[in-house]
């Protein structure tokens, strides 16, 4: 199987930092997702996604949950410059997730000013993907191990520990790269 990715982007989670993310007609259904971020140091990758559902809805759930706290709140000083540095580890996966609000709470302001910061640096890119979900998964997954294969000082702020979903079988899927050129270093055509 082949897949063409047609990216589009760079999208904004704010209007006022260049087009949002919501209003992009190929963020409407679903798809692949790549945040990069715009730091001293170029664009480094940050953040990939994939859903069924539309893209755009998924970066809502994806703000709503940097507002609430489950995800972590980097110094947004050390994140433009290219370095990863918590201020808050969020709780994400944790069932008792719910017992960190108090320091959310305590912090909000502060965290709020280092969120918007950081969100305001973020490149989003978007390629729809109307697949079945294992698919879409094995492309995200695809992405995730060509970006793991850039040099580590080109992926400082790319977390470890991305679940993978590995090839049991199916048949094998080459993607190629088409629209916006993404990325230094990522190939054009890798196999998922």
Known sequence: MDIVLDWS????????????IFEA????GPGVYLWLAATSRGLLPHYVGETGRSVARRHYEH?????????????????????????YKGPLWRN??????QQVIDRFAEFAGHLSVSLAALRLFVAP?????????RVESGLIKAL?????ASRSLFPPGFRTLSRS???PITVRHAGTHLLDGLPECFQA
Do not use: K
Not at 96 to 101: E, L
């Open 96 to 101: 008792d997730g719910w017992r960190a609000a």
């Open 169 to 171: 079988g199916d048949e």
């Open 25 to 28: 007609p190929a963020a409407q």
């Open 63 to 87: 703000f709503r949950d940097y507002a609430s706290g489950v995800y972590s709140v980097r110094d947004s000083a050390a994140f433009v410059a290219g370095r990863e540095v918590f201020l």
């Open 148 to 152: 793991y294969a850039l040099p580590e």
């Open 129 to 137: 993907l109307d697949a079945e979900q294992r698919v879409r998964r």
């Open 9 to 20: 982007g760079p999208y904004h989670f704010s209007s006022p930092a260049g087009p949002p």
